[in-house]
């Protein structure tokens, strides 16, 4: 038996998540000295998103929510001294893995309703309320706060193991994560979001040079995506994947494990950027990656860091599309990358695929490649990364950046 929930820390009058990230970094601080000494072994915690807490158990069949009430005092007093403006309230849902980590990624906003005590059956599991003053279930309406077996019981109880999959999620702490979002020009709108650890957003390149490094950077990214797949359910979701892991077998096993747990509902949605893509790609590496990626993604997307990728190698139809990813600090020399680039977009079109440029920082970046009529857009100056996705989102042209709702951002 196995305990296991998402413990969510709301901060304020208004009981929303705070909009900065140096208050979700103090609340990691306190959270996580509070947890240290009072959630002991075999207990495990960690922390996987903003203000988003994992617990578990291996003694329980139920967690005890009058524990955590003391969490919620200890923050009260540690981040603002008492009662007041800036009362916290915690959320905890108790229920089978993938449902806790969803509700773990789910924003804020989309848990209002409980916030107001209201079930709305978006989570099939146990959910209670936690402030300094009070406990209070949530769902089942009026149902236990106490654990089972009750707290004062579990010393006694032999340790017990955690099952492999809730053992992974203590392993290593989570890297943080970051949403870039990707414009299409013509519609003006965000049509989905691209996944990266946030230690690569400034380094176009992703700048990993062994390939079981990147493969496993890539599978932490392809875990978040799995996570919120089914909270967020408009948009695409484009996933990373290495040009060097992918034409080599041993490596393109590692992904598919996790690969094979994306739902098939959701192929239609998944773009896979391969990334670092030679100037000229082998036909035969190309039709592998493709082959192995297929079943499990709708759109195959190449990134390439040389403007004069040699597209006439490619077939028609190939891949559906390549993006330049701009390089270097010279805005002269990538204004001139762009225009290269989309110098052949008549090739591209003859073969059936898209061109986007991915990485822009300036204005005049921005509006050239709307001169140039380069369909997908990706960048700081398009969006800054954001804590969680977008999804599909209209914005006008002259109202990049676009910037997501307060919380949202990430600096």
Known sequence: MTAIACLKVFVGEDLCFADSETMAALVAKVAGAYLETAWLWPRRHGLVAPFSFVLADPRALRLDARELQSLARELQKKLFGGEGDGDI????????????????????????????????GLFPGRILKITSQGVRSIAPSGGP???????????????????TAVENLFQTPPPAMGWLGVYHLAKERFVGNGVALRATWGNAAFGATEDADVTARNLVCLTA?????????AGHMFLPFSFSSMVKPTMRAAYRPQLEQLPRSARTRLVAQIYDVPREPSFGALKQIRTFLEPHVAVIDLHVRDPGFRIESLSSGAVNTVTLTLCGDDERARLSAIAQFMGDA????????????????????????QRLKTRFLSGPIVAPATAAPSGDVNCRFDSLPYRAAAGAALH
């Open 89 to 120: 309230a915690l959320l905890m849902f108790e229920g089978d893995q993938p449902d806790v980590m969803r509700f773990a990624s789910t924003h804020g906003d989309q848990l209002r309703a409980l916030l107001l005590g209201d079930d709305d």
């Open 225 to 233: 995506a799995m996570v919120v797949l089914t909270a967020y359910r």
């Open 346 to 369: 008549d090739a591209y079109r003859s073969r059936k695929m898209w061109q986007g440029v991915a990485g822009l920082r300036s204005q005049r970046e921005l509006e050239l490649c």
């Open 145 to 163: 706060i106490e654990g089972s077996p009750p707290a004062e019981d579990l010393p006694t109880l032999a340790p017990g193991l955690l099952p």
